[in-house]
């Protein structure tokens, strides 16, 4: 019934890949050269991960980690599911 694409906090341009865990919905933004965290249940964003010099388009979700893909430079970058911040 809910379509999550504006809202007040953020807008999305170019979704290109997207996945689920628990009550979140993690979208890469091409475009935007994001990575989106976002509450499914309210819309709201709860992190946003900006990628000023990559472009994510694809997404991969676990109990614990987020990975996905830059298309820029052609490397794999993994997250720390809760703040979306880089494991290095």
């Known amino acids: 019934d809910k379509?999550?694409?504006y809202h007040k906090h953020f807008s999305l341009i170019s979704p290109s890949g997207v996945g689920l865990h628990d009550n979140y919905l993690f979208v890469c933004?091409?475009?935007l050269h994001a990575v989106f965290k976002i509450d499914i249940k309210s819309g709201h964003l709860i992190h946003?991960?900006?990628t000023t010099d990559q472009e994510p388009v694809s997404i991969c979700v676990t109990e614990k980690y987020v990975a996905y893909t830059d298309a820029l430079k052609l490397e794999i970058?993994?997250?720390d599911i809760d703040k979306l911040n880089v494991i290095r």
């Open 48 to 50: 946003r991960l900006v």
């Open 77 to 79: 970058h993994l997250l």
């Open 29 to 31: 933004d091409k475009e």
């Open 3 to 5: 379509v999550i694409s």
